[in-house]
């Protein structure tokens, strides 16, 4: 009911003011969800001039892959937690295009982003030419970490480098029942008697456990 009453508000803007042309076409847009420049000259029944003058009176979202050939409507996208949409094969971003969504998407990690990171959150390959773009972007410093380049923020360099530098298990809380926790704090105060834990947890073999137990402790 929320997001209906939402669209309708965003709507209710949107078609304030305008001709019943205009009007009609930010319905269907609205329904279709993402449409080309084409498609909007064609509801409008205009020029692709007047059709790209009228997206930006609406505020439209443009996508930031398959050529930026794509428009959505504000309150249409539902953005996952890293600020990106996905309709089928075409990805929107609250950012705004790709460079600036990778540097966003820099600036609020924790530890900075590897080329790889970077690539499964857009959608690009990990060799794009992007990369070679972002080592000279403004506000982004990339730096060799254990064989691969991690992109940094020079706002928060210090921060996100001290943090990937910090030592971790490999594992986080959350990827851990708290049924284990208790047993694993116990675990690691009594370094003699491993086992337990790590056969309940992983179900590997003695032998696997002790070697389990080195590269834990």
């Excluded at 047993?183 to 073999?205: H, R, V």
Aim: glycine share 6%.
């Amino acid at each position: 009911m929320a997001k209906h009453a939402q669209n309708d508000c965003l709507l209710h803007i949107l078609c304030h003011g305008v001709d019943m042309d205009a009007e009609k076409a930010i319905k269907e847009f609205q329904k279709r969800k993402v449409v080309t420049i084409e498609e909007i000259a064609d509801l409008l029944d205009s020029s692709v001039t007047t059709a790209r003058r009228q997206l930006k009176k609406w505020w439209t979202y443009t996508s930031f892959n398959m050529n930026g050939r794509y428009y959505s409507l504000p309150g249409i996208p539902r953005f996952d937690e890293h600020g990106i949409w996905k309709y089928r094969e075409i990805l929107f971003s609250q950012y705004g295009n790709l460079m600036q969504t990778i540097s966003q998407l820099i600036e609020r990690s924790e530890t900075g982003l590897n080329a790889r990171q970077i690539a499964q959150l857009v959608e690009i390959v990990p060799n794009s030419s992007v990369f070679s773009r972002l080592q000279h972007a403004p506000g982004i410093r990339r730096e060799k970490h254990q064989g691969r380049f991690v992109y940094f923020s020079e706002e928060k360099y210090q921060e996100q480098k001290s943090g990937l530098s910090r030592p971790h298990l490999g594992i986080s809380s959350s990827q851990i029942p708290s049924l284990f926790i208790p047993l694993l704090e116990n675990n690691l105060s009594s370094p003699n008697e491993p086992t337990i834990f790590w056969s309940a947890f992983s179900g590997i073999s003695k032998e696997n456990t002790a070697k389990k137990q080195g590269q834990f402790l």
